[in-house]
């Protein structure tokens, strides 16, 4: 097992990385937060494939678990479905010592750590990612929230876990296409901020809409191991600098802002949120080409990488108010712009402030009429 702290103003948290660590990891991390009550916030796809496995874990703790299981999919990540996790806590008399576990992806990581955020004040949480996504993204930083029908993740809070337990042996269950979304999340810290990382990728396992890592486990454990513990350090490094997003942070931000149109506009569950956000990498490069702050070398590069691997994307009717409106939306708007991430080469993204959306409307639709395999507006 590999270990990553991440250290922050006043206080720190580990991130255990491995295979078949759970075990171990997760009951050192639960006795050392001091509690006597676990409430584990799960979804039904995750419970059907590991029933009770956190309360197996930590079987010989003496404490109490219960487990929370909530409907799976970005369509409940909503206040709906949020406020069913404060009346389990209710039911189950939760406290403020009461340990919430997230045990799932992204989902139920920004749920069950915006519910710790807010219940009774705040209590503490720990994440137990299932999904690639969840690993390199979401289970690391603190960002947690739940989406609006107007808007991706308009409604949050900034909450650190106190530990991270990341078993890679959950993603033997993974299908192939959530594998992908995920990969695409671990590739965008290379374009940002390691260009050797996303040389490393590129070096790496073969990965489009059929890799089973369960096939491919036993030659590239190793492989997965020590690029997703190189991914986290460069988001961790970022948040350390940066916790509550006031600048360097929402470099993190790069193909999101066209990502999260894409999400909201054609309905949440569509698709998923690393198939929209490697759609908006290769928009975002494509816009940092057009106005020149990237190579051709490098935007070839990185064309060459997403293009064979994206989902195709098909998009309701969209003008220029609706684009307008959906951007702006965006938690990253300000005023009548948008803080846009480009790229000033591979492993450089930098924050265009207050860009137009007017300025980059145009630009949109001959990305469409450019790339009609990436992306359609209907």
């Known amino acids: ?17 491995g295979t078949e660590i759970v075990d171990s990891d997760l009951p050192q991390a639960v006795a050392a937060s001091g509690t006597t009550h676990a409430v584990v916030v799960t979804n039904t796809t995750i419970h059907n494939l590991y029933p009770n496995r956190i309360s197996q874990s930590l079987s010989g703790w003496q404490g109490r678990v219960d487990t929370c299981v909530l409907p799976d999919g970005e369509g409940y990540k909503n206040l709906e479905t949020l406020n069913r996790i404060y009346d389990f806590l209710m039911d189950v008399q939760a406290n403020r010592k009461t340990l919430l576990i997230a045990f799932g992806g992204g989902v139920i990581g920004d749920m069950a750590g915006f519910a710790s955020a807010t219940f009774m004040r705040g209590i503490p949480f720990l994440q137990v990612p299932t999904t690639l996504l969840a690993d390199v993204d979401s289970s690391v930083g603190g960002k947690t929230a739940v989406n609006h029908p107007h808007g991706k993740n308009t ?54 809409a059929e890799y089973d890592y ?129 790229l000033h080469k591979l492993g450089a993204g930098f924050i265009q402030k207050a860009t137009s959306v007017e300025t980059l409307w145009p630009v949109f639709q001959e990305f469409v009429a450019e790339f009609p395999e990436v992306c359609q507006v209907v």
Request: overall charge neutral; some cysteine; hydrophobic content about 40%.
């Open 214 to 342: 369960r096939a491919n486990e036993a030659e590239s454990r190793e492989f997965w191991e020590a690029t997703i513990l190189r991914s986290c350090g460069v988001k961790g490094k970022v948040v350390e600098q940066d916790e509550t997003e006031t600048g360097l942070r929402a470099t993190l931000n790069f193909g999101h802002t066209l990502g999260h149109l894409i999400e909201t506009h054609a309905g949440y569950g569509a698709y998923l949120h690393g198939e929209a956000v490697g759609t908006g990498m290769l928009f975002a490069a494509y816009l940092s080409r057009k106005w020149e702050h990237l190579q051709e070398r490098d935007w070839s590069r990185i064309r060459d990488f997403l293009v064979p691997r994206l989902t195709p994307i098909v998009l309701p009717a969209l003008n220029t108010k609706s684009f307008q409106t959906l951007i702006l939306h965006d938690k990253k708007a300000e005023g009548a712009g948008v803080d846009f991430i480009l």
């Open 1 to 17: 097992m590999q270990t990553l702290t991440i250290q922050l103003p006043g206080r720190s948290y580990n991130i255990g990385i």
């Open 155 to 208: 409604i949050g809070a900034f909450k650190q876990p106190v530990h991270v337990c990341m078993d890679l042996a959950f993603l033997r269950t993974l299908p192939p296409r959530e594998f992908l979304a995920g990969y695409f999340e671990l590739a965008k810290h290379g374009f940002v901020h390691d260009a050797k990382l996303f040389e490393t990728i590129q070096a790496g396992p073969l990965v489009n």
